[in-house]
Structures are given as structure tokens and as C-alpha cells.
């Protein structure tokens, strides 16, 4: 299979760090695939309309996207912990998926908000966007202890990565002040062959 993939976006991250869980890395080809907001990449565009990464093209030439899809179908081809598991627990993991997943959506659509020439910003957007964090961080806060206490899955995968971003494009936020359960359950995160393999560059 092959990867359209970038070393900057988390969500391509996050899939990276599932196929080194599960074992998969090696079936996967990497083509580096620029893509932004306003930067359509044909090559993506042809399999995804959406031009988003990741996007996963099967050896059928068929393409699989989200990433939470994708990682799904990565739980379809071994045989170890599942990333979503079944039952009870798969739901919980899913909602703290939503969370998780959804604090990115949030914070790339904050950093292109951001990175817009000054006249351009709305600071009703930027508010909203900095309201919306403050209180995911502080609800991610209080219930990290409770993620820890299920096995390693897709919702810690994804926190990891959304907490890798806030360091690698907030790196202003100082957001471990004041979150030391959050501060370290990224160090344990921060410390997993997986997480040490595909941390973001801007390369
Ligand atoms: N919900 C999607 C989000 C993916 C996403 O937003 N990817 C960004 C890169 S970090 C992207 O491809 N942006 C290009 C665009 O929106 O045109 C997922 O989970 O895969």
C-alpha cells in the first residue's frame, strides 16, 4: 500500500504511529504529497476530493481516508492489540478519539487563522479558537488519568499527536503549566518507539 504523507500534518502522524503498533510500517510506501488548505495536490485530489492527508491507496488502487478509517483498516491485518477494541471499551475509545481528533480539527484550522496576514484575522475566530482549547486541555486534564488505566489504543495514540503538535506549531502555549497528569502522559507517549519514529518535522 502507499501513504499520501507529509512529516508535518498530526493526523498523518497518527496513522504513522498506529502502522508501528501494529507491525504494518514496513507494507507501507511513503509518498510525500504537500498539501494545504489553499494548495491543491493533484495527485491527492485524483483518489480524494477533499485533498486531505492522510490518504491510503491500496494495492487495488482503491483509497482509504480518514485517518481514523485508515487506522481501522490497519485493525483489520494483525493479530495484536486492537487500536479500536471491540464492545464497551471500542466505544470509549472512539469517544476519546472524538475528543482527541477533534482538538486537531481545531488547532489547524486555529494556525491557519493565525498565519493569515494580520488585516485578514478575525478576532472573534481567534477567541473562539483559544476558548475552545482552554477548555479541552482542561477536561483532557482531568480524565488522562481514566485513559491510562485501558490498554494503549487509538485515543492515546491521538492525544499524543495532538499534544505533539500544541509543541511543534503552539510552542508558545506553555500548555504542560498547570497539566502535570496531561505533561505526563506525553512523556510516556514521547518515549514509545512509535512516537520517536515519526516525530514532526518541518522537513
Ligand atoms: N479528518 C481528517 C483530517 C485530515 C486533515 O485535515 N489533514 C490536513 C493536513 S494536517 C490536510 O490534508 N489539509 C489539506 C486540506 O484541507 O486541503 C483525518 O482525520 O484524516
Same mark, same amino acid.
Given at each position: 500500500m502507499k501513504l499520501h504523507w507529509s512529516p508535518k500534518s498530526p493526523f498523518v502522524r497518527k496513522v504513522m504511529v498506529a502502522a508501528h503498533e501494529t507491525g504494518l510500517v514496513d507494507k507501507i510506501a511513503l509518498v510525500r504529497s504537500p498539501v494545504a488548505m489553499t494548495s491543491l495536490n493533484p495527485a491527492v485530489m485524483a483518489v480524494n476530493p477533499l485533498n486531505k492527508l492522510p490518504t491510503l491507496i491500496l494495492d487495488d488502487g482503491s483509497a482509504v481516508y480518514d485517518s481514523l478509517v485508515i487506522c481501522l483498516y490497519f485493525d483489520s491485518l494483525? /493479530?495484536?492489540? =486492537?487500536?479500536v477494541p471491540a464492545g464497551e471499551a471500542g466505544l470509549r475509545t472512539l469517544v476519546r478519539h472524538a475528543l482527541g481528533n477533534g482538538f486537531l480539527d481545531l488547532l489547524i484550522l486555529w494556525r491557519n487563522e493565525r498565519d493569515r496576514p494580520a488585516e485578514r484575522r478575525s478576532p472573534p475566530h481567534l477567541d473562539g479558537f483559544a476558548a475552545k482549547c482552554e477548555a479541552t486541555l482542561a477536561v483532557l486534564e482531568a480524565e488522562v488519568g481514566e485513559w491510562e488505566k485501558?490498554? &494503549?489504543d487509538l485515543s492515546h495514540i491521538t492525544l499524543g499527536c495532538a499534544l505533539g503538535y500544541l509543541d511543534f506549531r &503552539?510552542? /508558545?502555549?506553555?500548555? =504542560?503549566d498547570g497539566r502535570p497528569a496531561l505533561a505526563a502522559f506525553f512523556e510516556r507517549f514521547s518515549a514509545r518507539p512509535s512516537a520517536q519514529a515519526t516525530a514532526p518535522t518541518d522537513g
Open positions: 494483525h /493479530q495484536g492489540p =486492537r487500536l485501558a490498554p &494503549f &503552539f510552542e /508558545q502555549m506553555g500548555w =504542560r
